[in-house]
C-alpha cells in the first residue's frame, strides 16, 4: 500500500511539473512574439522613414534636374537668337557688299569703254605719226628697228662683258675665299711628310768582283735570274751598283730582296737563286698583306675584301711621280673623309672611296685601260658599294660624277697630288707638258702669243684685239682650259689668263 502511494504521488509530481513547465515555455512563447512584433514594428517604422527620406531626395533632385535643364535651354535659346542675329547681319553686310561690286563693276565697264575709245584713238595717232616719221627720215619702221636693234647690240655687247667679267670675279673671290677656308681646315688637320721615294732599285755591292759572279759563267746565274724573278738586271760600269728593272712593281721589289740576300751571301748559282726568290716572294707577300692591313687600320675603313686589302698593299711597291701610291691613298681618304666633314657629306662613303680611287694602279700595267675604269671594275667585283665605285671611276671625269663624295674625292686627290714637296717630274714630262700647253692655247683663232709660266701652272695668252672683244674673251679662257682638261694629265690646277690690250700709236714729227 505504502509503495502504491509513493508511485501515485510520483506521477502526480510528474503531471505538476510538466503542467509548470508547459506554462512557462508558453509564457517564454509570448515573451518572444512579443519581441517580434516590437522589432516588425520598429524595422516598418524604419522603412517608412527611409521611404520617405528617399522620394525626398528624388524629389529635390528632380526639381534641381528640371531646374538646370530649363536654364539649359534657355541659355540654347539665347545663343540661337543670337547666331540668328548675327547671319541677319552677316546677310545684310553681304548684300551691301554685293551692292558695292555692282556699282563697281558698272563704274569699270564704263572706265573700259573709255579706254578702248582713247586706245583706238592713240592708235590712230600713232599711226599718223609712224607715217609722218617714216616721210621724214625716209625709213621703214623695219629699217628703223634693224639700226636701233644694231646700236643697241653693240652697246649691250660691251655691258655685257663688263657684267659678266665683274660677276665672274665676285663669283671667284667668294668661291675662292670659302674653297680655301675649307681646304686649310682639312689640310691644318692633317700633317703629311714630303714624299721622295725613288721609282729604280738599285742593290749596293761591296766589290766590282761580285758583278762576274752575278752574271755567272756564260751568263747563267744572271739568266736564270732574270727567267725567274721576271726582271731585267742591268750590270753596267757603275761602280758598286747593280741596277733592277721591271715594269711590275712587286716583281721589282722581290728581285731586289733576293739580290740582296745572294749579294751578302756570296752563294750564287741556279738552284740557290730559286730557293733565295721563293724566300724572298713569300716575305714580299706578307709585307704586302700587311701593309695593306695597316693602311684599312689607319684610314678607319673596315670591312674591306680582302683581295682589296691585298691590292692595296701592293700599292706600297708602285710610286708615281715619286710619290708612294699607298701613302697617297691613305692621304686621301683622310682628306676626304675632314672635307666631307666640313660640308656636311657622308664621311665614311668618301674615307673609302679616297682609299680605293687608285686601287686599279695595282694592276693597271697587266690590264688594257685606265686605272680609274680597272679600280671601279676590281671594286665591282669585290662587292664594293655604288658610291665607292663612282667615286673611283670618276675621279678623273671619265664618267660623271654622282655624288658630292665623289667630287669631294677629286679635290683631296688634287690636294695630296699638287701638295709642296709630293710628286716630281721628270724634265723631258715637264717640257713636254710646257710645249703640249703653248701649242693647246695658240691653236685658237685669234691668238696672237701663249706663253706657259709658274713650272706649267699658268697659261698666258694675248690674243688680236681686232678678231677678239671682251666677251670672246671669256669665252677663249673657257674653250682652252676645257681643252687643256680633255687632252692632258697634270697635277694640281692650270690658270689660264687671257689678255686683250689694244694700243694707239702716233707720232708727233
Same mark, same amino acid.
Given at each position: ?104 563693276? =558698272?563704274?569699270?565697264? &564704263?572706265? =573700259? ?33 634693224? *639700226? ?6 653693240? !652697246? ?48 749596293? *755591292? ?21 727567267? &725567274? ?46 730557293? +733565295? ?6 716575305? +714580299? ?28 698593299? =701592293? ?6 711621280? !715619286? ?108 717640257? &713636254? ?6 701649242? *693647246? ?51 694640281? =690646277?692650270?690658270?689660264?689668263?687671257? *689678255? ?10
Amino acid at each position: 500500500m505504502a509503495g502504491f502511494q509513493i508511485v501515485i504521488a510520483a506521477l502526480l509530481g510528474l503531471a505538476v511539473g510538466g503542467i509548470i513547465g508547459y506554462l512557462m515555455r508558453q509564457q517564454r512563447y509570448q515573451e518572444q512574439m512579443g519581441n517580434l512584433q516590437a522589432m516588425k514594428k520598429r524595422l516598418l517604422d524604419e522603412s517608412e522613414k527611409q521611404a520617405r527620406d528617399i522620394i525626398l531626395t528624388a524629389r529635390d533632385e528632380a526639381h534641381q534636374m528640371r531646374e538646370a535643364a530649363e536654364q539649359e535651354l534657355e541659355t540654347r535659346r539665347r545663343q540661337l537668337r543670337q547666331d540668328e542675329e548675327r547671319t541677319q547681319r552677316r546677310r545684310e553686310q553681304m548684300d551691301s557688299r554685293q551692292e558695292q561690286m555692282d556699282q563697281k563693276e =558698272q563704274q569699270l565697264s &564704263k572706265r =573700259q569703254s573709255t579706254l578702248d575709245r582713247r586706245w583706238n584713238d592713240l592708235e590712230k595717232q600713232e599711226a599718223l605719226q609712224r607715217a609722218e616719221l617714216e616721210r621724214v627720215a625716209n625709213l621703214s619702221l623695219e629699217e628703223a628697228r634693224e *639700226i636701233l636693234l644694231e646700236k643697241v647690240a653693240v !652697246g649691250t655687247r660691251q655691258d655685257m662683258a663688263r657684267v659678266i667679267r665683274e660677276e665672274e670675279q665676285r663669283a671667284k673671290e667668294e668661291a675662292e675665299l670659302r674653297a680655301r677656308k675649307i681646304i686649310v681646315t682639312a689640310v691644318q688637320r692633317l700633317a703629311s711628310e714630303p714624299v721622295a721615294e725613288l721609282t729604280t732599285k738599285t742593290v749596293d *755591292i761591296s766589290s766590282d768582283e761580285l758583278k762576274g759572279r752575278i752574271i755567272g759563267r756564260g751568263g747563267r746565274n744572271i739568266r736564270v735570274f732574270e727567267q &725567274k724573278a721576271g726582271v731585267d738586271v742591268v750590270v753596267d760600269d757603275t761602280p758598286e751598283v747593280i741596277t733592277i728593272s721591271a715594269f711590275d712593281p712587286v716583281r721589282r721589289e722581290i728581285a731586289a730582296r733576293a739580290m740582296h740576300r745572294l749579294v751578302a751571301d756570296g752563294r750564287i748559282h741556279p738552284a740557290r737563286i730559286e730557293k +733565295v726568290l721563293n724566300k724572298a716572294r713569300q716575305e +714580299v707577300e706578307t709585307t704586302i698583306r700587311e701593309e695593306g692591313e695597316r693602311a684599312v687600320y689607319e684610314a678607319k675603313v673596315p670591312g674591306l675584301h680582302p683581295e682589296l686589302i691585298k691590292l692595296l698593299g =701592293q700599292l706600297y711597291f708602285r710610286t708615281s711621280y !715619286g710619290q708612294n701610291q699607298l701613302a697617297h691613298a691613305i692621304e686621301v681618304a683622310k682628306l676626304s673623309s675632314l672635307l666631307a666633314a666640313e660640308l656636311g657629306a657622308d664621311e665614311e662613303l668618301a674615307r673609302r672611296g679616297g682609299l680605293l680611287h687608285d686601287i686599279g694602279k695595282a694592276v693597271d700595267f697587266e690590264i688594257e685601260g685606265t686605272h680609274a675604269a680597272i679600280g671601279a671594275d676590281l671594286a665591282r667585283r669585290y662587292g664594293a658599294p655604288a658610291g665607292v665605285i663612282n667615286c673611283i671611276e670618276a675621279h678623273h671625269r671619265d664618267v660623271e660624277q654622282t655624288s658630292l663624295e665623289a667630287v669631294i674625292v677629286e679635290i683631296a686627290d688634287a690636294i695630296s697630288g699638287a701638295r709642296p714637296g709630293a710628286r716630281r717630274e721628270s724634265l723631258e714630262r715637264y717640257i &713636254k707638258r710646257i710645249r703640249t700647253l703653248e701649242e *693647246i692655247s695658240s691653236s685658237f683663232k685669234g691668238v696672237d702669243e701663249a706663253f706657259a709660266i709658274q713650272a706649267g701652272r699658268e697659261v698666258r695668252i694675248i690674243v688680236k684685239p681686232g678678231e677678239i672683244d671682251d666677251l670672246a674673251a671669256l669665252r677663249l679662257s673657257r674653250d682652252v682650259a676645257h681643252k687643256i682638261e680633255e687632252t692632258m694629265q697634270y697635277p694640281g =690646277q692650270v690658270k689660264v689668263t687671257v *689678255i686683250r690690250e689694244t694700243r694707239a700709236v702716233e707720232y708727233a714729227k
